[in-house]
Structure formats: structure tokens, C-alpha cells
């Protein structure tokens, strides 16, 4: 049996090298693509990409069936490094279409047996939503020239992991953004650990759901140090907490815990765009100054001069909470390690 998540492993990567040569010496990506003899599912994405639009929009790329399949394969080839990513597909969180009105169930009917003759009670069922609107999560990485066009294993390898650890943490950041607003239950962690994490679980589990907690590193790296009895917990990656997945993500602030149901949070990401550029000029900062609001002046490199290349990954993805307990947020975390006597 042909393994489709194989064939389309390396699609994302071979897309890159193609458009930053196509750019270079300005051939069609069509004869690119036939001239370096990329995979099939490679060649009939970049044929297909002529005139009616581009890769690097997301949502007419989406459109495509190979591009479809290898936004898949790519993004479950992020590992833990997304915690939004790896929660969607373990099923902990809901997934649902992207623009679409959805609904979330905060109290369940309940039924009755009754004698014949008698009233049968009905309870109300609550429902509160919103729409699941399409949002867009750019990723940016900046890559020599050599290391884009070179087709060996090694710079393939290296190329394919500057991207997945770029496109996670810009959907991390994308995702908590989206999902914690000013009426979601936000504590001030304390010394014990015992009682904030009752906090949270009181605020949250309604005893019903799919729990799973988020931390931010250095948070991840306090629980792991738990000596407890209820760590288990990792701090990378995907783990487990007090028997609920536990994922650590750097898309949010350092200090942060979170807890989530996610059978009362929907999310999906849909597609990804793939962009690249040895004409830009970049400010090379991970908190950049030269925004549109308070624009400061700073020093940008010229990728053209320092033969680089720039490299846009788009991800389409959508996340709500569909009632205002879904999800509590604890801050302000520092406990001490516990060390057994």
C-alpha cells in the first residue's frame, strides 16, 4: 500500500528551493520544476500554480489537492513544537470549519422516566457562539542562498526544520491570541502549587471534557521538577500532567499556565501559502521597532546584498471558545523545585 504521508513529506521544502531558483534566474516554475526533477506531488503543485494565482496566498493554494495534502503532511510533521498543532490532532481540542458559525453546549439536557400520564420535564439548553473566522499566521525565516537551492540531504533536512520550528511558534502565537480575551479567568499563581492548580481545575473541568494544559518554558521547566508525585511532565514537547496531556509552547508569555476543555474549544488550520523574496530589505529583530503604529527607525539588512532569502510559510487557521470557562489562565508562575528528603 503507497504511503501518501511519505510522498508528500517533502513537498514544502521542495517548493521553497524551487521558487527561490525560479526567482533567481526567472524560468517559468513549470520548467523548474521538470529540469530539477522534483517529486510528483512537487511538479503538479508548481504546473499548477500559473496566471489564475499564487502560492503564496493560503487560501487559493488551499484550493489545490496536492497542496492540501502536503499543508497535512507538513504540519503533522510538526511534532511537539506547536502546542496548538499537536493538540488538534490528538483530538483534544474540537475541530471544526473555518468560517462557519459554531456553538458550544454549556449545560446538557437532561432526561427523565416517567410514569404514563405524568409531566416530563425538559431543561434548557444554553448555547452561546461565535463565528469561527479565518485568520492568517505568518512565519518568516531568513536562509543563505546555498543552503535554499542545495538539494542534499543535509541542507533539505536543515531548510525543512527551520521552517516547522518558525511555522509553530507563529501559529502558537496566532492561537493564544485569538482564544484568551479579557473575560477569560485569569489567576495570579502563589508559593503553592497544590492550590493554584485546584484554582484552574475548579475554574475549568466541568467533569465532562477533554482537558490539557499549555505552559510556557520555563514554566514546563518548574512542573518537570515536581518531585511530587504528579510530574511526568516534560519540558519540551508533548507529555503529561495529573494524567492530562501537557504541552509546552514559547508562543506564550513566560510565567504562563494554562488549562483548557477541549471539547469547548473549535480550531482547525486549514492550509498553508509559501512565499520567497531576495529583494526584500528586513529588520533583523525578533521584536521589530518599525511597526505601522510608533514607527522607529533602525538599521534593515538587504537580503540581496548578503545573498539571502527570505521565506514566507501562511497558515489559515481559526480558534474560539465557545463559552467563557473553556479555558482559565494562570500567571506569575515560579515555584521552587520539591526536593524528597
Known amino acids: ?129 461565535d463565528v469561527l473566522a479565518a485568520q492568517q499566521a505568518d512565519a518568516i525565516i531568513v536562509l543563505s542562498r546555498e543552503v535554499v537551492e542545495n538539494s542534499s540531504a543535509a541542507s533539505q533536512a536543515f531548510v525543512s526544520r527551520q521552517l516547522r520550528r518558525s511555522v509553530a511558534q507563529a501559529l502558537d502565537v496566532g492561537f493564544f491570541d485569538r482564544l484568551i480575551t479579557s473575560s477569560t479567568p485569569t489567576f495570579a499563581a502563589t508559593a503553592n502549587h497544590v492550590s493554584d492548580l485546584k484554582q484552574m481545575l475548579d475554574a475549568v473541568n466541568g467533569g465532562a471534557g477533554r482537558l490539557a494544559w499549555i505552559a510556557a518554558p520555563d514554566v514546563a521547566n518548574s512542573i518537570s521538577l515536581l518531585n511530587d508525585g504528579r510530574g511526568g511532565a516534560s519540558p519540551e514537547g508533548l507529555s503529561e500532567f495529573l494524567g492530562l496531556p501537557f504541552a509546552v509552547s514559547p508562543g506564550i508569555a513566560a510565567g504562563t499556565l494554562i488549562l483548557l476543555d477541549g471539547d469547548r474549544v473549535l480550531a482547525d488550520i486549514e492550509s498553508l501559502g509559501v512565499d520567497t523574496s531576495r529583494f526584500t530589505t528586513l529588520q533583523m529583530n525578533d521584536e521589530p521597532t518599525m511597526d505601522a503604529t510608533t514607527p522607529t527607525a533602525t538599521a534593515v539588512v538587504s537580503l540581496w546584498q548578503t545573498n539571502s532569502v527570505a521565506i514566507k510559510i501562511s497558515a489559515l487557521f481559526g480558534a474560539v471558545a465557545g463559552t467563557d470557562d473553556a479555558i482559565a489562565v494562570l500567571t506569575d508562575v515560579a515555584w521552587p523545585p520539591i526536593v524528597s528528603g
Do not use: Y
Not at 66 to 75: K, P, R, T, W
Not at 102 to 109: P, T
Open 1 to 129: 500500500m503507497q504511503n501518501h504521508q511519505a510522498e508528500f513529506a517533502g513537498t514544502i521544502q521542495s517548493l521553497v528551493r524551487a521558487l527561490a531558483i525560479c526567482e533567481r534566474t526567472g524560468e517559468p516554475l513549470s520548467d523548474v520544476a521538470d529540469r530539477l526533477r522534483m517529486p510528483a506531488p512537487a511538479q503538479r503543485i508548481l504546473k499548477a500554480a500559473v496566471g489564475a494565482g499564487s502560492l503564496g496566498d493560503p487560501a487559493w493554494a488551499g484550493q489545490l489537492a496536492d497542496m492540501a495534502a502536503a499543508s497535512s503532511a507538513f504540519l503533522q510533521g510538526l511534532g511537539g513544537r506547536s502546542a496548538f498543532a499537536s493538540l488538534l490532532d490528538l483530538g483534544v481540542l474540537t475541530r471544526a470549519p473555518l468560517r462557519s458559525s459554531v456553538g458550544a453546549v454549556s449545560e446538557g439536557v437532561v432526561g427523565a422516566v416517567n410514569a404514563e400520564g405524568q409531566a416530563r420535564p425538559v431543561s434548557r439548553m444554553s448555547l452561546s457562539g
